[in-house]
């Protein structure tokens, strides 16, 4: 049963408090939200097209700054800061896996992992490479390193842009749909490694996905509608989730217009079927390392 209880914000990687962001005229993209997510908790952020996904992403990424209301990383109010430091809080202490931070093409693998600790002062040299040599093993790409990401299929990308994304240990992972381009087995290694990253190393990760697939790798699910959160599921499953969001698919033509558009996008690449990924799951939990199955 979905709530719309509101988690405690004390102690959070990130915080939102009452957040709105307007465009021009126009109704909130974002409308009054309120949302902690407490560290080491893996939460999926979902609900229509055009709902304020991508928006709340922005905003909570410091990517974009709120019409009103709070956001804080880390207990830091982002507000506080001005541009040059919120440009170095995303440096340093935010990961992102977004389709439109690609890697750079003119880098190798190694390069591109370095790159967010180079941009924040670090030094070149052994150290640094065995940092991201030991990022790449983690996702089972240790032997790319120094391939150029063109040689590289689209689930070994998205790969290496969560090696990058996890190399400066950030407070708080945010990924924008980054399975969306990839078969249900690939999509599956990477929700994987995600999954690890929370399980394992204590990171947050906050997902955007239209997927129910994809949701039931998180701990929680938060729906966003027209701007606002309606609800959340803890511990969702697929099921929950295909139900929670056909349940706001029946408040109106608007919504359900939207999840058609998400469930297209789902059909086409495979992951209406589910059953290929839930056994994908099943098969990486049990090799315990995701290089094994899906390389
Ligand atoms: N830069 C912008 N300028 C004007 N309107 C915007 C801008 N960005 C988003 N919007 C509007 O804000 C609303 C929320 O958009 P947003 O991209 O956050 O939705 P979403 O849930 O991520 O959608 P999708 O699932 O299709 O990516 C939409 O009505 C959109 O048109």
């Known amino acids: 049963m979905m709530t719309t209880a509101v ?32 560290r080491g908790r893996f939460v999926a952020v979902m609900g229509p097209s055009g709902s304020g996904k991508s928006t709340l992403l922005r905003c909570a990424a410091g990517l974009e700054r709120p019409t009103a209301g709070t956001v804080r990383i880390g207990g830091t109010d982002l507000a506080t800061l001005k541009a040059s430091g919120l440009t170095r809080l995303r440096r340093d202490r935010i990961g992102f896996v977004f389709q439109s931070l690609n890697l750079v093409s003119a880098l190798n693998v190694r390069e591109n992992v370095t790159l967010p600790l180079l941009l924040a002062g670090a030094r070149g040299g052994r150290e640094l490479d065995a940092r991201a040599l030991a990022g790449l093993d983690a996702v089972g790409l240790a032997d ?8 590289l299929s689209g689930g070994q990308r998205q790969r290496v842009a969560i090696a990058r994304a996890l190399v400066n240990e950030p407070e708080v992972v945010f990924a924008d ?17 995600l999954r690890r990253a929370v399980d394992e190393r204590g990171r947050t990760v906050v997902l955007v996905t239209h997927d129910p697939v994809a949701a039931a790798w998180t701990d ?25 969001l056909g349940v706001r698919a029946g408040a109106g033509p608007r919504e359900a217009r939207g999840l058609r558009a998400g469930a297209d996008a789902g059909e086409a690449r495979g992951v209406r079927a589910g059953a290929g990924v839930r056994d994908a799951r099943g098969a990486l939990a049990g090799a315990g390392r995701f290089g094994a199955v899906a390389r």
């Open 220 to 244: 929680e699910a938060v729906f966003l509608e027209r701007g606002r959160l309606v609800g959340r599921l803890d511990h969702p499953d697929e099921a929950g989730v295909r139900e929670a």
């Open 177 to 193: 749909e980054p399975t969306a381009a990839l078969d249900p087995v690939t999509a599956a290694g990477v929700l994987a490694l």
């Open 144 to 151: 790319r390193a120094d391939d150029t990401p063109e040689h």
């Open 7 to 38: 988690t405690e914000s004390g102690a959070a990687a990130l915080a939102l408090d009452g957040v709105t962001r307007t465009y021009g005229g126009g109704a909130p993209a974002l409308d009054g939200v309120s949302l902690a997510v407490p």
